[in-house]
Nanobody
């Protein structure tokens, strides 16, 4: 079993920056790529970014390109999501997800493991 735990969510003023972390533990050998998703109140969960664990290949949702940066420290089994120029629309619970098959994915159904989420609130 692969366990994922996010941290770093908090209330931030619009225009500020934030870095979320996701620590993987347990059967980390099964982790092929990590994704970040978010779910705003009353909305469906949406893809944000993903990174291949071996080679660091990244992909982003068009809506966050330029403001969000995904990275990982493979040796520490920790993934990161840096968010700059925060907007009110970024308010959401952010989830990291782990995937075993090779390749990144923007689809939640393609991820085997999920963290409990961390809440980001952007205030005016």
């Amino acid at each position: 079993q692969l366990n994922l735990v996010e941290s770093g969510g908090r209330e931030v003023q619009a225009g500020g920056s934030l870095t979320l972390s996701c620590v993987a533990s347990g059967r980390t050998v099964v982790l092929s790529s990590m994704g970040w998703f978010r779910q705003a109140p009353g909305k469906e969960r949406e893809f944000v970014a993903a990174i291949s664990w071996n080679d660091g290949y990244t992909r982003y949702a068009d809506s966050v390109k330029g403001r969000f940066t995904i990275s990982r420290d493979a040796g520490r089994y920790t993934g990161y999501l840096r968010i700059n120029s925060l907007e009110a629309e970024d308010t959401a619970t952010y989830y990291c997800a782990g995937r075993t098959p090779l390749g990144t994915s923007q689809f939640a159904d393609n991820y085997n493991y999920w963290g409990p989420g961390t809440l980001v609130t952007v205030s005016p």
